[in-house]
């Protein structure tokens, strides 16, 4: 089965950082793009940032210059390096992957991790 693998998130105050990351397991045959979307409460899932399998990368413009995602094809990992951390980046974070899977056949299909609280607070 499929699954993607979330850790790293915590309590941190304003101006602190985080490294958020994430491992894909399972029947992979590939990874396009990666992702981390993040969701506060009353609001609507948004994206924060994501890489393509050639590691180009694109940020919302709240967070750039402040937090870098990148990938280790490798490990079939993605991660988020947070720096500068405000209040505002309070939510839970979710890993997006879209990936080739051997599911019965094999099949281009989104996955998203369980999500991992990260709280900006004094």
């Known amino acids: 089965q499929v699954q993607l693998v979330e850790s790293g998130g915590g309590l941190v105050q304003p101006g602190g950082s985080l490294r958020l990351s994430c491992v894909a397991s399972g029947s992979i045959i590939g990874i396009n793009s990666m992702s981390w979307f993040r969701q506060s409460p009353g609001k609507q899932r948004e994206l924060v940032a994501d890489?393509?399998?050639?590691?180009?990368?694109n940020y919302v413009d709240s967070v750039k210059g402040r937090f870098t995602i990148s990938r280790d094809n490798f490990k079939n990992a993605v991660y988020l390096q947070m720096n500068s951390l405000k209040p505002e980046d309070t939510a839970v974070y979710y890993c997006y992957a879209d990936m080739k899977i051997l599911d019965v056949e094999v099949r281009s299909r989104a996955f998203w991790g369980q999500g991992t609280q990260v709280t900006v607070s004094s």
């Open positions: 890489i393509t399998s050639g590691s180009s990368t």
